[in-house]
Structures are given as structure tokens and as C-alpha cells.
């Protein structure tokens, strides 16, 4: 009985993220905001390439209604609706997910920092992100814009400097409670440094929630995006679909249609990433899991 | 002891400030670790036991200086480990390593058992990735796994064996000294012998010391040579493992022992029990720390700290009433 | 077992539905619990030791879980067959519970005193005053010094053996005829443990309840137990009293336990032997064969223990074991 027996292992479940995905595709929202997805990626990188008109050409006669020459009709300058819709998803896109990293980049250092050292690192920290989350998010970024001359990089980094404190908050909340595990005992107890449990132990184990956010993010930059365009504050020079909003505000009585189809297109972007977001949350969420 | 031990603490402390509820108040210190000293010769388990919030997993920890000491040293071979410099004291940790209590929460739920194993050679450059891959299907094996379970995650295992791969992990680097922080308390019973026979075997083939720590009084008396009994931050009790159960001095040894669970008929009937709580180490009793819970109490244990005394030859214990 | 029983628990099957399919959580279990008796239960965590209580005391959820047969009788009457709201009478009026963790098991937004007594007015019907004042009673009865400060005291700011004893009054306060604890000490240190003990014991022979007593620990049993129950994967292995099964255990698996486990000894010797080991680990409930489900792990296992359900063995007039080595020494 005294000699050593290799025991076996007692059951094998999938791999931690097979596990997460089979959670995901369970959930029936979620896939349709992942179909949606797929839809808008494939329209923003394969539409222009279908669909060559392009969208600052006046082509056709101004505020024609959807159907009669074009499918979706053209704004007050004659510009074909259907063609920005097609070229301006790559451009918000490429200012959702640009603010986004962005986001990421400022929230998860200054949370990293905050959440790893404590005591006055964080203290300082903190009071600084207090500062830019008592600010009310489109004035500040309205100025921001306002006080430059409003470009696409302007405009992602600006969207960036007013969303970044949550992203912050959260990284911060998750380390304060991942760094009191023991594994992370154990691994200073190997002689790990602190750049090697912050980075490569502490982070990848608080990723979950973070990922929620971020999907969330890119929501949120891409409706801060179309509300500083519908103001106004747009780069004239970048067809998004916020832009066309805000090019054709004032003829919204005149033509409607101008307005309502990216204003749609941008619903179903949302949608479809918050769906994603909240099957995410739940698919990450081992609590969640059935047995 | 004549010979040189392998691990001295001298005089060892450890008091944690708590944060003040309004800058005007006093601060208030627990003395989580208040001057402990003992030593543990080459090849030898040393047993730290105690209620919880005795300050022994603190003292573990304060050794290993994952817990910053106050005060006091403490020398491994002839490094004093309190001395050591941030960098010195990464490297220095190879040859100190510790198994926790619950092996799950100790091991990074994101790294495959192999790379658990690899990451102290890794932290700490020993060898090359192959050498590195090589000592891991070694070191399974010597625990009682197979080489080819290298590439499961920790949740894919039962507790003993992720019990197996942490003694794994901290064998690694190849250390002279090993703190078993309540190795086995988290673990089912049948499972526990597993661990124990496990630590004993790797003793006696790698020449390892251990400081064990541990609430089980029985767990305790099967694995140490050398046992010290705490109580609030101080060793009340110093003895091998004979002398302490054939001849208990301290009232407090005695309670405990009288209040382990056994199945031996004699000792089921002459227990006597405690009454009351382990005091707050934040604001312990005056005099003798035990006295508020002790039978024998007399006025001078009030006023008096006793301090510890070498009764017999080589058993040490801090009671005015011995 | 000359009196009735008080409890009975006939042929009990309790399932679980996970996506790996139904696990069998508990098959076929008897059990009886005499008048006044402390029983133990024992086993390593999976053994169903701790889904036995919760059946009996009908908390187990529903679905995933499922009790799929067998009959619990309270007095002669099947509690199986109770109405929901029959069965919150039944509890805490005459089957109590209490469990590991007192902490959680309190809520933490009330003081103590709120929680023991309308614990009482939920059961009896008392004003405020005299749940009050039965709540003084009973907490200075389960040993709470001070009881009229404490009573105004919330749950975290006293310590886990007075949390116990306050979990421990609350299931008493209706003096209950059975009195089920689930690893009543297993978060407490050993000092408290034995005044928790203590307690159980006085509560035991002066109100003359009965008690249920699950842990995994054997040497506990000894101290507490008069009779006790083995269990493996969801079947009860061996059963008998307890200075019995302590000094001539039968089962296999029984025998394991109590060897593999460091005792206290008056002289630990000089010497340190090798301890026992039961190889292997628990099986994976939903994976277990048809015969024995110990065979896997069993030193003396033969061709027959993988076929067949071993049978039962009687030993003595309260001793019986299941399994075909047992049957073939005999």
C-alpha cells in the first residue's frame, strides 16, 4: 500500500476557452450580435470594394428619395447615402476600436499602477482619474476638439482622454483583489520581480471583466464619435457615418432618410457589440457556468 | 545542537501598523510576531502549532521575508536573509521555497502544470528551456505524476495532486529549506497521508529541511522533530517532539492537547477545556498572554511576562508557575 | 434497537443532472437515527455525507437535484410526500440544522438577537418581549457570556465560536427532536472545537435531542459519536458503533480511513512510521461502475467487486459492512 501510485486525473473538462465560447454561442443574443458583427466587419473591409461609388461624389439629384434613383436616396449635396454607409463603416469602426486602444492603453496603466503599489501611488493616482470623471465627458471633449482644428486622430483622442477612467477604476478594483492570491505569494516567493507579477500573473487573470468594457468601449466611441460630429465637431475630411448625420442635420425635415439611415447603422454597431458584451460577461463569469 | 543549523532566527519580529480611522488617532500595532527564536539543523522538520492568529503563518512568512520583518534575523546557511537587498534577495530565493496551504488558489489558474513547475527555473535563469523541460518531467515524476500530465491546467487535477505539483514547484530551483505552510489542512483526509508520506520520502532523499506549519496538533506530532508551541506572537513551548508529549510543562500545551480529538480512550477521558477565545493581538493581556484563559493563573502571571526558560535540557517554556 | 426509530431513512436516491448527464449523488442509502442517539457520518468531500442532511432536510436545490426515490420517515411520517409549507414547519421546529461556516450562515445587515428571536416568532407565536427574553435564555444557555450585551451584537463582531454557539441556539430554539450538524467545527481551531463539543454533548443529553454529526474526520467521531456511518461515493460502506468500528473496522475503505490519518499519542516514539495510504482519489460520480465503487482503490479488490453491488454483511447486532471481501472471510 506504502508504495507511490501515479493517481489519475479525475475528470477532464474542455480547455478554459473552449469552455468560454460554448458559454457564448449557448446565448442566443449574443450570436445574433456577433452575426451583426460579422456583417458591418465584412461591409467595412469588402463593401468598398462591391460598391466603388464614391461617397463625397454628388451623383445624383440633391434629397432624392430612398428608391426612386438610389437605393437609399442622396443628402442635400446629391451624395449617394448608401455609399457612405458602405465606406463610412470602416472609418467608425477604425474610431471605435483607435479609442478604444487608446482607453485601454491610459486606463489599464494608470489602473496597473494604482492597484499594484497602493498607498500613495494610488492615492494620487486616483484623485487624478477623480479629476477627469468629475468633468462632464462631451463638454470637455468638445473643447478638446474645439480649441484644435477638429482631425480623426483629434477626435479619437479625445474620446480617449474622457472614457479611459473607467477602464482605470476597474483594472485597479481587479488587481487590489487578485494581487492578496496566494499564487501571486507564490510567485514572489520564486524571486519574481514586479514588472514580471504585474504584467505577465496579475493582468491575464483580469482580463475577463476588462474585456467586457472594452467591447462596451468600442460602443461607447462610436456614439461619442457621432454626437461631437452632430454638433459639428466632426473631420470634415473623414466620412463617417457620424458625419453624415451632422452634415445633414439641418435638412432632417427635408430628408429624412439622410439622417435616419447611418443614424440606424450606428444602432445596430451598438447593438450588436453590447450584445456581444453582455454574452462576454456572461460567458466569462464562472459563476455563471453549469455544472 | 552542536552541529551549525542550517536555519537560525534570532529574536525575530513582525508588527503590522493598522490604518489610523482619522489621522488623530493613535495608531494601533498588532504584534503579529513578537521575538521569536529557534534554530533547525540540516535534514530536520522544525513544527510551528497554534490557533489561528498565533502568528505562526506570519512567522513563515517573515523568514521567508514575503512578509517584511520588523526586526531581528534571520540566517540561512550564512546569508541573513533580512540583510538581503531587493535584487540579492530574488535571487537568494531559490534556496528558499514554500508550499501553501491550498494548493488551487497558490497555483496561476492560467498556467498548465508544467508551466507552474518551470516558471521558479525560469524566474530565476537556472539552465536552458530544454534542461528547464527536462527538470519538470523529473521533478513529476518524483512527485508521483507523470511527465505526460505536463500540459493539464490546475483545475484539471485533483487536490492532492495539485498538492504534488506545488512541492514540485518549490523543489525546482533545488532548495536546502522548505516552509510547509498547512500543506496538508486543506485537504481531504484519505488525501493527507498521500502528502505527508510524500514530504517525509523527499526529506530523506534530498536531504531537505522543513519548518512545518501547522493547527494539528496530530499532523504535527507525526512529522516534526523539533515542535514550538505559539500563542499571540511568542513561543510559549520549546522541545523535540519526545519530550513535548511525554512531559508537557505549559498550561497552554496542555489545554491543547487535551482538547485535540483522538481516538485513543486514555487521553478522551482526561480532557479538560479551555474556556474563552484567543485575546485580540491587537490589545493582548497584560503580563502572561495566557493567564485570562488559564486554570492556573496567580496574581503574578497578571503583573509578570514570563520569560522563556530552558526547563529541562533542550525544553524551553515561558511560564512563572514551572 | 429495541425503541422505534426516531428517523428513518429508507432506500434514498438523490441525482443530479449536470451536462455530463445524471450523477447519481446518493444511492440507495438507509440510515436510522434512535431517540436521544448521537449518530456520526462519515467520509472524504464527495461522499454524500453532507447531500444526505440536506435531504432530510429537504434543501436540496430542485432542479439541478432530484430526489428520484426512497422514503424519509419523521416519526412515520414521510417527509417526502410533505407540501413545501408543510415542510418549513418541520424545520427548525423539529429537525435543526447547523453548518460549517457560521459566518455566512448568519445575515450580516442584523444583530444576533434580531436573528434568534424572530427565529422564536416565526415558529411560536411570542411577543416581542418574550422572544426577547427566550432569546437571553437560550444564548446564555448554549454558553454566551453577557447574553442581554451580546443580543445587540451583529455577526461579524464576534468570533467563530460564539458565531457557532449563536447558529447553535438559533436551531434550538424550539428544542427539535433532531438536530443535524454539518462540519459544525471545521473552520474553528481546536480549542473551540472541543468547547463546541462540549456543548453538543450537554444539549444531547439534557434535552435528550438527537444528533447527526457529518465531518470527515474520524478521530471526532470517536470523541463525540455513539454510532456511526461510513460512507463512499454515495453508499454507506460500514456501520456499527463507534468503539467498534474504531477497533475492528471491516470495510476496506473503513480501515484506510482510520489508519491513514496521524492520531495523537501519548508517545510519539522516536521513530516516525510511514503512514497508511488509500491510493488514488475519490471517483468521478457520473463515471462509477456497477459493482463496488471502492473496488478501484481497494487493496483486497477482486474479479467480483467490479461485477456485482456488494451485499450486506451483518457483523453483530448494530455492525454490518458491504462488501464481498468482508463475505468471503466470514
Known amino acids: 500500500m506504502t508504495t507511490m501510485q501515479p493517481a489519475e486525473a479525475v475528470f477532464v473538462p474542455d480547455r478554459p476557452l473552449m469552455e468560454v465560447w460554448r458559454m457564448f454561442i449557448a446565448n442566443k443574443a449574443a450570436v445574433f450580435g456577433l452575426v451583426l458583427w460579422a456583417f458591418i466587419v465584412l461591409t467595412a473591409f469588402l463593401g468598398p470594394m462591391v460598391y466603388t461609388v464614391d461617397p463625397f461624389d454628388l451623383v445624383g439629384a440633391p434629397m432624392s428619395p430612398p428608391g426612386e434613383e438610389l437605393l437609399l436616396g442622396t443628402d442635400y449635396l446629391g451624395r449617394d447615402i448608401l455609399?457612405?454607409?458602405?465606406?463610412?463603416?470602416?472609418?467608425?469602426?477604425?474610431?471605435?476600436?483607435?479609442?478604444?486602444?487608446?482607453?485601454?492603453?491610459?486606463?489599464?496603466?494608470?489602473?496597473?499602477?494604482?492597484?499594484?503599489?497602493?498607498?500613495?501611488?494610488?492615492?494620487?493616482?486616483?484623485?487624478?482619474?477623480?479629476?477627469?470623471?468629475?468633468?462632464?465627458?462631451?463638454?470637455?471633449?468638445?473643447?478638446?476638439?474645439?480649441?484644435?482644428?477638429?482631425?480623426?486622430?483629434?477626435?479619437?483622442?479625445?474620446?480617449?482622454?474622457?472614457?479611459?477612467?473607467?477602464?482605470?477604476?476597474?483594472?485597479?478594483?481587479?488587481?487590489?483583489?487578485?494581487?492578496?492570491?496566494?499564487?501571486?505569494?507564490?510567485?514572489?516567493?520564486?524571486?519574481?520581480?514586479?514588472?514580471?507579477?504585474?504584467?505577465?500573473?496579475?493582468?491575464?487573470n483580469s482580463l475577463p471583466p476588462l474585456i467586457v468594457t472594452m467591447a462596451l468601449s468600442v460602443g461607447v466611441s462610436i456614439l461619442f464619435e457621432a454626437a461631437l460630429s452632430f454638433l459639428g465637431l466632426g473631420d470634415p475630411n473623414a466620412y463617417s457615418w457620424g458625419y453624415m448625420i451632422g452634415s445633414s442635420r439641418e435638412y432632417i425635415w427635408e430628408s429624412w432618410w439622410s439622417v435616419t439611415f447611418p443614424g440606424f447603422a450606428i444602432f445596430l454597431t451598438v447593438l450588436g457589440i453590447s450584445l456581444i458584451g453582455d454574452g462576454l460577461n456572461d460567458a466569462l463569469n464562472p459563476k455563471l457556468r453549469r455544472l | 545542537?552542536?552541529?551549525?543549523?542550517?536555519?537560525?532566527?534570532?529574536?525575530?519580529?513582525?508588527?503590522?501598523?493598522?490604518?489610523?480611522?482619522?489621522?488623530?488617532?493613535?495608531?494601533?500595532?498588532?504584534?503579529?510576531?513578537?521575538?521569536?527564536?529557534?534554530?533547525?539543523?540540516?535534514?530536520?522538520?522544525?513544527?510551528?502549532?497554534?490557533?489561528?492568529?498565533?502568528?505562526?503563518?506570519?512567522?513563515?512568512?517573515?523568514?521567508?521575508?514575503?512578509?517584511?520583518?520588523?526586526?531581528?534575523?534571520?540566517?540561512?546557511?550564512?546569508?541573513?536573509?533580512?540583510?538581503l537587498n531587493r535584487k540579492e534577495l530574488q535571487r537568494f530565493r531559490g534556496n528558499m521555497q514554500i508550499v501553501f496551504q491550498d494548493p488551487y488558489s497558490s497555483m496561476n489558474p492560467r498556467a498548465t502544470a508544467g508551466e507552474i513547475i518551470r516558471s521558479p527555473l525560469k524566474i530565476l535563469k537556472i539552465g536552458t528551456a530544454q534542461e528547464q523541460?527536462?527538470?519538470?518531467?523529473?521533478?513529476?515524476?518524483?512527485?508521483?505524476?507523470?511527465?505526460?500530465?505536463?500540459?493539464?491546467?490546475?483545475?484539471q487535477f485533483s487536490g492532492g495532486q495539485r498538492q504534488r505539483i506545488c512541492v514540485a514547484r518549490a523543489l525546482a530551483p533545488n532548495p536546502d529549506f522548505i516552509v510547509c505552510d498547512e500543506p496538508v489542512s486543506a485537504l481531504d483526509v484519505a488525501i493527507q497521508s498521500q502528502i505527508l508520506n510524500l514530504l517525509v520520502r523527499l526529506q530523506k532523499e534530498l536531504n531537505l529541511t522543513y519548518l512545518f506549519i501547522s493547527h494539528d496538533m496530530a499532523v504535527v506530532q507525526h512529522i516534526c522533530d523539533d515542535i514550538a508551541v505559539m500563542y499571540l506572537g511568542k513561543i510559549v513551548e520549546k522541545a523535540d517532539r519526545r519530550s513535548l508529549f511525554m512531559d508537557v510543562k505549559h498550561p497552554y500545551t496542555q489545554a491543547l492537547l487535551s482538547a485535540v480529538p483522538t481516538i485513543d480512550v486514555e487521553l478522551q477521558q482526561k480532557a479538560t477545556h479551555l474556556e474563552g477565545d484567543v485575546p485580540s493581538p491587537i490589545d493582548p493581556p497584560s503580563g502572561c498572554y495566557f493567564h485570562p484563559r488559564c486554570p492556573r493563573a496567580e496574581a503574578r502571571c497578571v503583573k509578570e511576562e514570563p520569560l522563556l526558560r530552558e526547563i529541562l535540557p533542550n525544553h524551553w517554556a515561558a511560564c512563572h508557575l514551572i | 434497537m429495541s425503541q422505534k426509530p426516531l428517523l428513518q431513512v429508507k432506500g434514498l436516491c438523490v441525482e443530479f443532472s449536470t451536462r455530463r448527464g445524471n450523477v447519481q449523488v446518493l444511492n440507495h442509502l438507509d440510515l436510522h437515527l434512535d431517540p436521544g442517539e448521537a449518530l456520526g457520518i462519515v467520509g472524504e468531500s464527495g461522499c454524500g455525507k453532507s447531500m444526505t442532511a440536506l435531504s432530510i432536510m429537504q434543501l436540496i436545490p430542485v432542479p439541478p437535484g432530484n430526489i428520484s426515490a426512497g422514503q424519509i420517515l419523521l416519526n412515520d411520517t414521510d417527509l417526502l410526500q410533505l407540501s413545501e409549507k408543510h415542510m418549513q414547519d418541520i424545520r427548525g421546529n423539529d429537525i435543526s440544522m447547523i453548518f460549517q461556516e457560521p459566518m455566512t450562515s448568519l445575515n450580516p445587515v442584523f444583530t444576533v438577537g434580531t436573528q434568534v428571536s424572530e427565529n422564536i416568532r416565526r415558529h411560536q407565536s411570542a411577543t416581542r418581549a418574550q422572544a426577547r427574553e427566550k432569546t437571553i435564555q437560550i444564548l446564555e444557555a448554549v454558553g454566551i457570556p453577557v447574553p442581554e450585551l451580546r443580543i445587540h451584537q451583529y455577526p461579524h463582531e464576534l468570533s467563530g465560536g460564539m458565531r457557532q454557539r449563536v447558529m447553535i441556539a438559533m436551531a434550538l430554539?424550539?428544542?427539535?427532536?433532531?438536530?443535524?450538524?454539518?462540519?459544525?467545527?471545521?473552520?474553528?481551531?481546536?480549542?473551540?472545537?472541543?468547547?463546541?463539543?462540549?456543548?453538543?454533548?450537554?444539549?444531547?443529553?439534557?434535552?435528550?435531542?438527537?444528533?447527526?454529526?457529518?465531518?470527515?474526520?474520524?478521530?471526532?467521531?470517536?470523541?463525540?459519536?455513539?454510532?456511526?456511518?461510513?460512507?463512499?461515493?454515495?453508499?454507506?460502506?460500514?456501520?456499527?458503533?463507534?468503539?467498534?468500528?474504531?477497533?475492528?473496522?471491516?470495510?476496506?475503505?473503513?480501515?484506510?480511513?482510520?489508519?491513514?490519518?496521524?492520531?495523537?499519542?501519548?508517545?510519539?516514539?522516536?521513530?516516525?512510521?510511514?503512514?497508511?495510504?488509500?491510493?488514488?482519489?475519490?471517483?468521478?460520480?457520473?463515471?462509477?461502475?456497477?459493482?463496488?465503487?471502492?473496488?478501484?482503490?481497494?487493496?483486497?479488490v477482486m474479479e467480483k467487486c467490479y461485477l456485482e453491488k456488494p451485499p450486506e454483511v451483518r457483523l453483530g447486532d448494530n455492525h454490518h459492512a458491504h462488501c464481498w471481501y468482508v463475505e468471503e472471510a466470514k
Request: with cysteine; net charge negative; hydrophobic share 45%.
Open chain 1, 83 to 204: 455609399a457612405g454607409i458602405i465606406h463610412g463603416a470602416s472609418v467608425t469602426l477604425a474610431i471605435g476600436f483607435a479609442a478604444t486602444a487608446f482607453t485601454v492603453i491610459i486606463g489599464i496603466i494608470i489602473g496597473v499602477l494604482a492597484g499594484y503599489y497602493g498607498g500613495w501611488v494610488d492615492n494620487l493616482l486616483m484623485r487624478f482619474t477623480e479629476f477627469f470623471q468629475v468633468l462632464p465627458a462631451l463638454l470637455f471633449a468638445m473643447v478638446l476638439v474645439a480649441l484644435f482644428s477638429p482631425s480623426i486622430y483629434l477626435i479619437v483622442l479625445a474620446i480617449a482622454v474622457v472614457s479611459w477612467t473607467g477602464i482605470a477604476r476597474l483594472t485597479r478594483a481587479e488587481f487590489m483583489k487578485i494581487k492578496e492570491r496566494e499564487y501571486v505569494m507564490a510567485e514572489r516567493a520564486m524571486g519574481a520581480g514586479n514588472l514580471r507579477i504585474m504584467w505577465q500573473i496579475i493582468l491575464p
Open chain 2, 1 to 83: 545542537m552542536s552541529a551549525q543549523p542550517l536555519l537560525k532566527v534570532d529574536n525575530l519580529k513582525t508588527h503590522f501598523t493598522l490604518s489610523k480611522p482619522h489621522p488623530f488617532a493613535t495608531p494601533q500595532v498588532v504584534y503579529a510576531v513578537d521575538g521569536i527564536n529557534f534554530e533547525i539543523e540540516r535534514g530536520k522538520t522544525f513544527g510551528l502549532v497554534g490557533e489561528s492568529g498565533c502568528g505562526k503563518s506570519t512567522t513563515a512568512l517573515s523568514v521567508l521575508r514575503l512578509v517584511e520583518p520588523t526586526s531581528g534575523s534571520v540566517v540561512l546557511k550564512d546569508t541573513d536573509v533580512c540583510q
Open chain 3, 173 to 300: 430554539c424550539c428544542q427539535p427532536q433532531v438536530l443535524i450538524a454539518d462540519e459544525p467545527t471545521t473552520a474553528l481551531d481546536v480549542t473551540i472545537q472541543a468547547q463546541i463539543f462540549d456543548l453538543l454533548r450537554q444539549i444531547q443529553t439534557e434535552m435528550g435531542t438527537a444528533v447527526i454529526l457529518i465531518t470527515h474526520d474520524m478521530s471526532v467521531i470517536a470523541e463525540f459519536a455513539d454510532r456511526v456511518v461510513v460512507m463512499y461515493a454515495g453508499s454507506k460502506v460500514e456501520e456499527g458503533m463507534v468503539r467498534d468500528i474504531i477497533d475492528t473496522p471491516r470495510h476496506p475503505y473503513t480501515r484506510g480511513l482510520i489508519s491513514c490519518v496521524p492520531f495523537l499519542k501519548k508517545d510519539p516514539g522516536t521513530e516516525r512510521e510511514e503512514l497508511n495510504e488509500i491510493p488514488g482519489v475519490v471517483p468521478d460520480m457520473s463515471q462509477l461502475g456497477v459493482g463496488c465503487s471502492f473496488a478501484p482503490r481497494c487493496n483486497y
Open chain 2, 133 to 155: 523541460h527536462d527538470r519538470v518531467g523529473e521533478l513529476l515524476k518524483l512527485v508521483g505524476l507523470r511527465p505526460e500530465q505536463r500540459n493539464l491546467f490546475p483545475h
